[in-house]
């Protein structure tokens, strides 16, 4: 029995080649849910290009304005072009919401893109984001504004562009009775209650706090049916939820991120930072 459903994912893209991506992840699920995807480009403000505490002359302030003006005209065309083909692409109606259809619309915003998840974010069921990249040094901060400004869960994608993308048929959900874990499962259950196997890892709990088995009977009375498999913590347990996932052929995995601070387990190699670097399924995560 489904009670709950998405109805409106947001997709942040720029020109860094991921938008198709993240297109496949969000058409998947908006096929299934019937929802609408909200495909947000962003360019800076002119404001935010002005060198700060220098007085500029009118004529190279115009210069400025107009060279970026037409930067963000010329990404914003090519990038619509993008999204135009991938809807044709994965069978979604260019268009306005439309209830119980399977919709997507570009969208333009002027600013940053931290700001524009922010803006977004807030009013939407699930926010897609790509996995960030070191090397590049790409995606850190729109991953970081998504889960702690946003309220609602993140899905970091993986690297598949097929148009017959499955997501969430056999979901893993890392519980470990926290309260990120917690917020994680009511936020995603339009995933869970929508998937056809669902597993609930958990390599123990705190104290006072609700078991795996307290957590399964919770979701029986929504008409899940789900297994517990437990393990042994030993090392670093977002590795081993990846693992335990991957071993019972899980296509997601839902979890609470960042107990601790992003910074400090970003530097020291906190579970959540392991999930998001080591990560080859998509991850729904929420702070």
Known sequence: MTSSTLHTIMMPVRGDGRGPMLFAHAAALAKRFGAHVKVVHCHPATEDLMPKGVVIPSFLRKQIEEASETSAHSEEDFLHGKFAADAVKHGISEQAPELGKATAKFYEYTGRQVEAVRHYGRLSDLICVAKPSPSENLGFNTLKEALFTSGRPVMICT??????????????????????????????????????????LTGGRSNHSASPEEFRDYLAARGVTAEVAAFEVQGNAGRQLLEKSEAIGADLLVMGAYHESYERESLLGGNSAVVVEEAKIPVVMVH
């Open 159 to 200: 690297a598949s562009e097929d148009a017959g993308l499955e997501i969430g048929r056999n979901v893993a959900i890392g519980w470990n009775g926290s309260l990120e874990a917690a917020r994680a499962a009511a936020l995603a259950m339009p995933l869970i209650e929508s998937a056809d196997k669902v597993t609930i």
